[in-house]
């Protein structure tokens, strides 16, 4: 009997330490950047995955995610706090010149984006929580095939103003 409760409060220590730090990411907020090849055809998974970016922490250059070359589409999901705010730009370094994609969460369900080029264009844009996304406002300034085109990614307000420009 001694054994069993020995192994019982060893199993369930390693499953809270195991699972603590999952949870506390995920209450913090991350960014996942979906990506997947352009070719339908091609049955390999070469240009197909998923570079995280967690809250607060600027991507400059995302040269640093092993797909970051090959073509493909980006799609994402942003996990975090109502209020949150995060930009994908088309060039490093945070450059506008190939369009850049703000969004700012309205509830802290985890958001589900999936085709930038159909948002509206230049202004902000509120999308309340469908089925199994949470809400958010979206500021979108269009660049041609931006989301092939993601190459740095930063949190927080970056403009003056009431528009990103």
């Keep these: 009997m001694k054994m069993n409760m020995k192994r019982i409060f060893i199993f369930s220590a390693l499953l809270f330490l195991l699972t603590?730090?999952?949870a506390g990411s995920a209450q913090d907020?991350?960014?996942s950047l979906i990506k997947e090849g352009l070719d339908p055809t091609f049955s390999g998974t070469t240009c197909s995955g998923i570079f995280e970016v967690h809250r607060g922490k600027d991507i400059k250059h995302l040269r640093g995610f092993r797909l970051y070359a090959c073509q493909g589409r980006y799609t994402l999901t942003l996990e975090g706090k109502r209020g949150d705010v995060v930009t994908l730009f088309g060039r490093s370094g945070f450059g506008k010149?190939?369009?850049?994609?703000?969004?700012?969460?309205?509830d802290d369900r985890k958001v589900w984006l999936i085709?930038?080029?159909t948002l509206p264009e230049g202004n902000w844009v509120k999308?309340?929580?469908?089925?199994?996304?949470?809400?958010?406002h979206v500021y979108y300034q269009p660049a041609p095939n931006f989301s092939q085109k993601i190459s740095s990614v930063k949190w927080g307000r970056w403009w003056n103003g009431s528009q990103p420009e």
């Design 20 to 22: 603590f730090p999952v």
């Design 29 to 31: 907020g991350m960014l």
């Design 97 to 106: 010149e190939n369009g850049f994609l703000v969004i700012r969460k309205t």
């Design 115 to 117: 085709d930038f080029e």
């Design 127 to 136: 999308r309340g929580p469908i089925d199994r996304s949470g809400g958010l």
